[in-house]
């Protein structure tokens, strides 16, 4: 048997009935749901890191055969076990994980998938590079490849960079989808964290009145009672 039969035959041994129908209603995987058809085996994150170590050998082809599954915990060990591959790979390594994540990036199709692996994969990948990929994500109509966009930034924002997510976010101001507000929102709290309230209101002072109530209130949670009191009204 091959390594990637193996880990299958692992993950179904450790299939919780239970847990997972706990999960298919918490990640939205009804008919007509952001997470439509979404199939979940009951596994805990930790256990699915510590088996994406176990595993970390597997080639691109059977990563890739994983993150074709319809099977939640199935293509979030093959992004962790890519991960693992880009931390530890040579620049062409890195090069080829990256291609392979952009390629298959419509299978990365639920917001605990993209959070976890976006800023460790393509915001590394790009910190030092042209981002243009980035600005024709976000202005695609794929939900997951807009918060893909989003996410990677978080990386840029660590390293004290917030001109892209401020870019971004102002093409996405008036973007539908609750899950992309949180996502805006989440990384410009992030500058405020990181870089400082100063440069995080460089943006809301300009674009606060145009946000969506939800990616504003996410934007200003850290803030001081009386700021938050400011920019809701604002509103």
Do not use: C
């Not at 319809?70 to 093959?78: C, D, V």
């Not at 591959?85 to 199709?109: C, F, H, P």
């Not at 695609?140 to 924002?157: D, G, M, Y």
């Amino acid at each position: 048997m091959t390594l990637a039969v193996d880990l299958q035959n692992e993950l179904q041994s450790l299939a919780n009935p239970a847990q997972a129908k706990v999960l298919q209603r918490f990640f939205k995987t009804d008919l007509g749901q952001y997470g439509e058809g979404d199939v979940f085996l009951g596994i805990k994150v930790p256990i699915q890191r510590q088996i994406a170590k176990k595993y970390s050998q597997l080639n691109f082809q059977e990563i890739t055969t994983l993150l074709g599954s319809k099977i939640h915990e199935y293509r979030l060990i093959a992004l962790f076990i890519l991960i693992g591959q880009y931390d530890t790979g040579d620049d062409e390594t890195q090069a080829k994980i990256y291609k392979l994540y952009i390629k298959n990036r419509k299978n990365i199709n639920n917001w605990d998938l993209v959070d976890l692996s976006a800023p460790n994969i393509v915001g590394k990948y790009l910190l030092n590079r042209d981002r243009q990929i980035l600005y024709k994500l976000a202005l695609s109509n794929h939900l997951w490849s807009k918060r893909i966009a989003v996410l990677a930034t978080f990386e840029f924002i660590k390293n004290g960079q917030s001109q892209d997510i401020f870019a971004l976010s102002k093409i996405l101001l008036k973007d539908k989808h609750d899950l992309i507000h949180k996502a805006v929102g989440w990384m410009l709290r992030e500058v405020g964290k990181r870089i400082g309230e100063k440069e995080e209101e460089k943006f809301l002072q300009k674009y606060s009145s145009k946000m969506p109530r939800t990616m504003l209130r996410y934007a200003i949670e850290r803030f001081r009672v009386e700021k938050r009191v400011f920019y809701l009204k604002k509103k």
